[in-house]
């Protein structure tokens, strides 16, 4: 199992990865057989070329990230929060959960994208 400071190495590099739009360093952080929900409980893409598929179109949307909780980390499991910024709207929040397997690859993300979570990309949530 990957430690504590593997799996947070690794969500930091998907965030950075996520919002400088690197399709191909963003893919290489999953397993092959992974599965991404986003949002979850809408759409699942399953394997590497569904996810590469799904962030090559995301990645043409003109938004930015930034981390906005800590990392929390229990065993091969992790959460974390997004501040999303996204031309035309507010900066809202996205939580996604992580489940890595013992190579630190994530093999299952799912990730609660709710716009109405309002926050202010300096201070945080409203």
């Known amino acids: 199992m990957p430690s504590r ?12 990865h ?16 992974a ?13 590497l070329d569904e996810i590469r598929q799904f962030d090559t179109e995301n990645a043409q949307v003109d938004f930015t990230v930034s981390l906005l909780s800590p990392i929390t980390v229990t ?6 929060q997004l ?16 489940e890595f397997d013992d190579a630190c690859k994530i093999v299952s993300l799912s990730a609660v994208i709710d716009p109405r979570a309002l926050v202010d990309p300096v201070q945080g949530p409203a």
């Not at 501040?83 to 992580?98: H, I, Q, S, Y």
């Open 83 to 98: 501040c999303v910024e996204r031309a035309g709207m507010p900066a809202f929040a996205a939580t996604d959960l992580f």
């Open 18 to 33: 996520l919002g400088n739009h690197d399709v191909d360093e963003l893919v290489a952080l999953f397993a092959e057989d």
């Open 75 to 80: 065993g091969k499991y992790a959460a974390m």
């Open 5 to 16: 400071d593997e799996i947070c190495s690794a969500i930091e590099s998907y965030v950075t």
């Open 35 to 47: 599965v991404q929900h986003e949002p979850l409980g809408v759409t699942s893409y399953r394997g």
